[in-house]
């Protein structure tokens, strides 16, 4: 090898599924009509949906029954291809066969009508004296609900009421499908009608659409779902995400406008900017619709960019629609005008939650003077039953939801209203409130059913934030909250999300935070940067926190502050010793707390943090004393390990200590030990907890097992690795990757791709993060390998090469090692 090419090798080192046939068939086996209604809707599904005619033997037996009916049914024809909800669809069809009623219930444009007519087409030769489509949305007055249903039926049309049930009892002996669309605001007549049909007609079906249940008896409730759409981060350059329902209708209503127009499929920016379009509007159909009719105007992307002023740029639906539908705006004006007025102000003060919410939480901040937070469930479980809200995960506790477009509808009316300001401070207070009670509760259970209860709340904490510190409402409260906030950013995974958090309340602040409240923001960063494993970073972080803490005599958070400084300074091996002293100095302060009460410290830092804190600080210790000194590094590691398993069972500190501990066996050489610490660090951190910890563990396991020469289970975990750090966006997750699968390459005897993978991670801007335990073996090892290649030149080419690759190269790369490509 030449000398140029073991330079570079030594600087890295240092771095570390036909129709007619198909009836006939299921009438000879004699099935059920729920049975065959399924198997003919699955074998139907295959052609276009197209208006039928009834056979002739149905025609006749419905002309003997009442020839003053003029028609057999009186559905409109679908000028539009219907899309999406073959399950829902399928499961429709059966419930019309065995129930009396069903009613299809779902937010304002979501399809209900369009998905009953559909249905109702598909079940127009099942019943011989026709289906017949009410339609109720024109209608203003409720007492003209049943001579509109009598006039579907061919009787005569009356003015008013009907007298009676004589019109009823014309019905008596027919066999039809009765479709009442559009009940929600005219309910109570709809009800009492459809309630005395149904009594008195025993071959009768009602399938109804309405924003909520008519709460009739035997009443089957479909609540009708938006169109499932793709995650925008699942589009890539494959067909990924863009085959769903929501895709197809936006994409065929665009070409209703624009013939020609064509995604081509090696455009992923397009097809990200429909399947953001797609997300903005929920899933909605007839806002699909509506945004879509204006692609040929704004093109896709103004379109998308303009949706966050959505109904502003969604104008002009069809003529022909009612007025209703011609907006988006009316579309929701429809829902609320029919709310009374306390319904009306809950709503919209609704909109201040993001994501779900809890029943205590819209008490919480929707309640007022006039209206008692107990009343507030009353009026937001009639919200769900509208179909304003959405209730979700039922146990153990139920949530709330606004879909996105009602939220913002909802936050429109409130600030026109002047109402916003004071929901905003009531939805921030009642999150300070909650964020407060999680610090109070950590530790009295298990970390991982603390995490789990409080990530629920996490867009509330994140909406709330961004009130109190982004528009500068109440910086003060943010902070606190942010303070409250900062072991779910660790267990959640969310570190670099809070250190961002925490820049935008200095700058918020703009100089003029608290002492103590400005230490407390710099611990969070320094601690998320710990997390991140961003060793560097931690040092100015954590040097001014502990500045802050040693002036105004706080003494226990000075030790925190400290320790974590330490951990900073042990990244850089001529600082080992500066790390020594300040370890020291956390660890005197942990001994001396321990011997009187905990005066000094803020509610919510008791023991448990202090134990925590303390036992990291002894495990740092074993990376400040000298290394060579094994004996007393493993006892430091050991008695904090011990230590923490007892106190924090389940705690992502327990599986720290053990990549701690394999550390030092790599380093004294026992690699079955180092294999058997990471290993159970690597159980561990498979529940819930820190995934960017779970890459330090990857990284521990791949490691050892290549130190005993464990080439494939090293190349499992380190391909676990790589698909993490893409996910997370890791560098140091990327350097330690690229550093272990240039090893694995070089064991594979495939001398390029080694060369290429150690100079991708030679200039990689995560490599000085990475533990120097496994960089200073990994890096060893990778020079053993590459000193057998006897052609220099090319190793040297391979090199360069290699350090000169984007990230995407590498990781195509390393891709290949992974996988055992060719």
């Not at 606004?402 to 009316?413: F, G, I, N, Q």
């Not at 909406?463 to 510190?469: D, E, G, N, V």
């Not at 502050?561 to 500066?578: D, K, N």
């Not at 020469?709 to 330690?736: F, I, K, N, W, Y």
Request: proline share 4%; with cysteine.
């Amino acid at each position: 090898m030449s000398v140029d090419a073991i330079s570079a090798l030594e600087r890295g080192a240092r771095r570390a599924p036909r129709r007619d046939t198909v009836a006939l068939l299921l009438e000879a086996l004699h099935l059920g009509d729920a049975e065959r209604i399924a198997l003919e809707t699955a074998a139907a599904e295959a052609r276009p949906s197209r208006p039928r005619q009834l056979p002739p033997e149905a025609r006749n037996r419905a002309d003997n029954r009442d020839r003053q009916s003029p028609t057999l049914h009186n559905l409109p024809f679908s000028l539009t291809t219907f899309y999406g909800r073959e399950d829902e669809l399928r499961a429709l069809l059966t419930d019309v066969i065995e129930r009396r009623l069903t009613t299809i219930t779902g937010v304002g444009g979501v399809g209900k009508t369009r998905l009953a007519i559909e249905a109702a087409w598909k079940l127009l030769d099942r019943f011989p004296d026709g289906v017949h489509l009410v339609e109720l949305a024109p209608l203003g007055d409720g007492d003209l609900v049943s001579s509109r249903i009598a006039a579907a039926f061919g009787l005569p049309a009356q003015t008013g009421q009907l007298a009676g049930d004589l019109w009823i009892d014309a019905l008596r002996d027919r066999h039809a499908l009765l479709v009442l669309d559009n009940c929600e605001h005219v309910l109570e007549p709809v009800c009492r009608t459809t309630e005395r049909l149904l009594q008195r007609c025993p071959d009768l079906r009602v399938l109804a659409t309405s924003r909520e249940a008519l709460r009739v008896p035997g009443e089957r409730v479909l609540r009708l779902q938006p169109l499932a759409f793709a995650a925008v981060s699942d589009v890539g350059d494959g067909n990924g995400g863009r085959d769903g329902p929501a895709v197809s209708l936006f994409l065929a209503r665009v070409s209703d406008t624009l013939p020609d127009y064509k995604l081509l499929d090696n455009d992923v920016a397009g097809w990200r900017s429909v399947a953001n379009v797609c997300a903005k509007l929920d899933g909605i159909p007839l806002a699909l619709e509506l945004a879509a009719a204006r692609v040929c105007t704004l093109g896709l992307p103004t379109l998308e960019r303009g949706l966050d002023d959505r109904f502003r740029l969604l104008r002009g639906g069809a003529r022909t629609s009612l007025p209703r539908q011609q907006t988006l705006q009316a579309t929701l004006d429809w829902s609320y005008a029919v709310l009374d007025e306390d319904e009306q102000r809950v709503f919209d003060r609704l909109g201040v939650f993001a994501g779900s919410f809890t029943a205590d939480a819209a008490c919480a901040v929707c309640g007022d003077d006039d209206i008692e937070p107990d009343e507030v469930a009353d009026i937001l479980w009639s919200l769900v039953e509208k179909s304003l809200v959405v209730a979700v995960d039922f146990a153990p506790t139920t949530r709330y939801r606004l879909l996105e477009t009602t939220r913002a509808y909802a936050l429109d009316r409130l600030e026109n209203d002047g109402d916003l300001v004071d929901a905003r401070r009531k939805h921030a207070e009642h999150y300070h409130a909650l964020s407060d009670g999680s610090r109070a509760l950590f530790g009295l259970s298990s970390f991982a059913e603390w995490a789990e209860t409080y990530a629920q709340e996490l867009d509330n904490f994140r909406a709330a934030l961004a009130w109190t510190i982004d528009e500068r409402r109440d910086v003060m409260l943010g902070a606190s909250i942010l303070w409250n906030l900062r072991r779910l950013l660790e267990f959640r995974s969310l570190e670099a999300e809070g250190i961002s958090w925490c820049n935008r309340a200095l700058a918020a602040f703009a100089g003029a935070a608290p002492p103590a409240v400005e230490a407390q923001i710099h611990m969070i960063v320094s601690r998320l940067l710990l997390s991140l494993g961003v060793y560097h970073d931690v040092i100015p972080a954590a040097s001014r926190a502990a500045e802050i803490y040693r002036s105004i005599g706080a003494e226990l958070q000075l030790a925190y502050a400290l320790t974590l400084l330490a951990r900073g300074l042990c990244a850089e091996p001529e600082r080992r010793q500066q790390a020594d002293v300040v370890v020291d100095e956390a660890l005197a302060i942990f001994a001396q707390s321990e011997q009187r009460p905990l005066v000094d410290i803020e509610p919510g830092e008791g023991e448990m943090p202090r134990l925590l804190m303390h036992e990291l600080a002894n495990s740092f210790k074993a990376f400040t004393i000298d290394q060579t000194d094994y004996a007393r590094r493993r006892a430091f590691l050991r008695a904090s390990y011990e230590r923490l398993r007892v106190v924090a069972p389940g705690h992502f500190l327990v599986s720290v200590a053990l990549i701690h501990m394999s550390e030092v066996e790599l380093d004294c050489g026992d690699y079955e030990a180092a294999m058997r610490y990471a290993n159970q660090s690597l159980e561990l951190y498979r529940g819930p907890g820190s995934s960017y910890g779970y890459i330090w563990a990857l990284n521990a396991a791949a490691t050892s097992a290549l130190a005993v020469r464990d080439v494939e289970t090293g190349r499992r975990h380190a391909a676990e690795l790589l698909a993490m750090t893409r996910r997370l966006g890791s560098a140091p997750g990327l350097a330690m990757a690229l550093l272990l699968l240039s090893t694995i390459a070089g064991e594979d005897g495939d001398s390029a791709r080694a060369g290429g993978l150690f100079g991708a991670w030679d200039s990689s801007t995560g490599k000085t993060d990475v533990h120097a335990s496994a960089t200073a073996f990994l890096s060893a090892r990778a020079h053993e390998l590459l000193a057998r290649i006897p052609d220099d030149a090319a190793l040297a080419t391979d090199v360069a090469a290699g350090s000169r690759w984007s990230i995407d190269q590498a990781i195509d790369v390393a891709l290949q090692v992974a996988e055992r490509r060719s």
